[in-house]
């Protein structure tokens, strides 16, 4: 199928269901490569025009005219007239070649060709009408939410100092200002660290580019979202090396785990399990490329891993599917005037995610010497969030095995915006000790982040393996007893959204459900540190 049609099934897709423009063009059903990062951009082009598009179209009726080619009713698999029409009319008027790249004897070219006169005349009545200087400034605007996000940047330390970093970026040509106080929003050529997540956390403004950033493309830098950095470094609060090994129950694409391995200093052994086939892929490129030793990959269900396995687990971050609410997506502000979700659907649907959550938290409670549990999401929904929460404490699990919930002083106690005390029954300590962010206000996406601890001895490698093997079968007794049924739910939802931004076109709503259930395992294989040479970003 050509490339037009691709793009135009993409729209289609957006159209029928609210969702990413990404993840429309993997639901498309486009090949992954370089010919799905040029329909993306096609099709981002075409929503950036439309309403211009929309409008020309209304002065030359286009789809009228020229009925056979564009007609109202298309046979099923084929995109409809409109969109078809929209990514055409985007490369013939604002592309930069000022034509559609196909054969002239395809019907639809020709079609568009019979009127082009006619549509570039309109085009620039229509831009003197809007006092407009060039036709590229019939443009939609970005969203304000999204310009509010500095571009944070991590630096990942299993590869690149922070010294290093910040010599890079002021010696570049020309030179970044290293601010020593944070200053929204972030001036042009400045960085500073950020107040929360410093000294690996580095704020700078939000339009900055990363294409040709030597740190980036050696891993030295992790382009993450600063909630999306809070899990890892709550997880990791007061760690010391040789403390235990770590499990990451729901790892891709990549950016906690590679995160919790710099916090261990790339030593001991995280556990990573990733249950997607597409999304461990991923997982394993981005292990690799950020230098990470110490993390052992799974391509497994974290579900059926067995806690009496994982007896020097002492910490466990589990970052599950969520509905994505709180993403700001640089490229959502293309999608103002969608339909929004229907309210019953909305509900079954976080219905369905939140008990998939809890189970996994569930899960994640039994392990013999875990310690420490934390739990987020990237929803601001309380159905994902507190009352996750507040289920996973008065779960079985939690009661049994002595689970409550870490105060404040051990959650990032500076980040002043925590959970809403209506839905933790009015118990304040619950609602301050978890974290919430406002997506934009807070200068981040919307986040919750939550930490679940008990009392466990010491552990110690020698000893443990009588006192771990014993509490471990006390868990399988409770594990039959008090696990729910297992429902399908995970099995069926979508990974409603994807945090890395180091991919720039990923497949961020991989569809669990088409996925075989062979496990892989492997271990990152780091490559060579490679000299990491002057930043020169090309914002
Ligand atoms: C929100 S994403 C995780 C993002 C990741 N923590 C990061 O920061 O890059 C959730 C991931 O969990 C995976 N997942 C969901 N259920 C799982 C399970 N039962 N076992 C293992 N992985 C699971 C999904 O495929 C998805 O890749």
Known sequence: MNFYKQAALALDHLDAKQGSVKGSVAAAGVAQGNESKRILALVIESLKYKPTILDLLSSVKLLNLEKKVFPAKVPSGAPTSQNLVLVLLQDLLFS???????????????AILRHGTRLKAELVKLQIKRGLSSKEELERSGGDVATQIPRYVRCNTNILSITKFISNMTKANPPWTLLSTPTYP??????????????????????????????YANGGIILQDKASCFPAKVLMHDWKDGEGQVIDGTAAPGNKTTYISALMHNKGEVHAFERSHVRFKTLEKMLERAGCNNVKAQRADFMESKPKDYENVTRILLDPSCSGSGIVNRLDYLLE????EDDDVKAERLEKLAAFQLVMIRHAMKFPNAKRIVYSTCSIHT????????????SPEARDFGWKIAPRSQVLPAWERRGRSEVTGGDKDIAEAVICCVPGEDRTNGFFVSCFVRDVPEYQPTEVVGRGKKRARQMDVQEEEAEPKRTKVED?????QTRTETIEVDTSRTAFANETSDQTTSKAKPKKKKKAKKAGLGA
């Open 186 to 215: 972030v001036p042009a050529r400045s960085f500073f660290q950020d107040p929360h997540l410093s000294p690996d956390l580095f704020a700078l403004p939000a339009s900055t580019k990363f294409d040709k950033n030597l740190d």
């Open 492 to 496: 069926n939802v979508e990974d409603m």
């Open 96 to 110: 930069k070649e000022g034509k559609v790249q196909a054969s002239d004897k395809w019907p639809p070219k020709a």
């Open 383 to 394: 159905e994902e969030d507190e009352e996750v929460v507040m289920k996973a404490l008065e």
């Open 337 to 340: 005037g969608a339909e929004p």
